[in-house]
Nanobody
Framework: QVQLVESGGGLVQAGGSLRLSCVAS????????MAWFRQAPGKEREFVAA?????RYADSVKDRFIISRDNTKNTVFLQMNSLKLEDTALYYC?????????????????WGQGIQVTVSE
């Protein structure tokens, strides 16, 4: 059974940093897209960043967030810098059975349970 488990969330002041981790188990994702999405209260789930043969970022996080992975540990990371109030959301790790990066959540087969990131003033 495939599982994605996020960690590293929490409360941080605006301008601060957090690093999210997502450990995958049940299969290897070295040849798959791994991504991060987020969902704020009352809003739809939105694409944040993804990693495959290349990387892709939402415009809202470009130059502030960095996605990376360690295939030896089946883990993907999201380094979040210069955090803003509007980054507050539930962050989800996701993976899809392809190397093509897509930003639509429905194109991802595997999801973590989500982890809260709250940015305060």
């Amino acid at each position: 059974q495939v599982q994605l488990v996020e960690s590293g969330g929490g409360l941080v002041q605006a301008g601060g940093s957090l690093r999210l981790s997502c450990v995958a188990s049940g299969r290897t994702f070295s040849e798959s897209v791994m991504a991060w999405f987020r969902q704020a209260p009352g809003k739809e789930r939105e694409f944040v960043a993804a990693d495959s043969w290349t990387t892709r970022y939402a415009d809202s996080v470009k130059d502030r967030f960095i996605i990376s992975r360690d295939n030896t540990k089946n883990t993907v990371f999201l380094q979040m810098n210069s955090l803003k109030l509007e980054d507050t959301a539930l962050y989800y790790c996701a993976a899809r059975n392809s190397v093509v990066i897509l930003s639509l959540p429905e194109m991802y087969e595997y999801w973590g349970q989500g982890i809260q990131v709250t940015v305060s003033e």
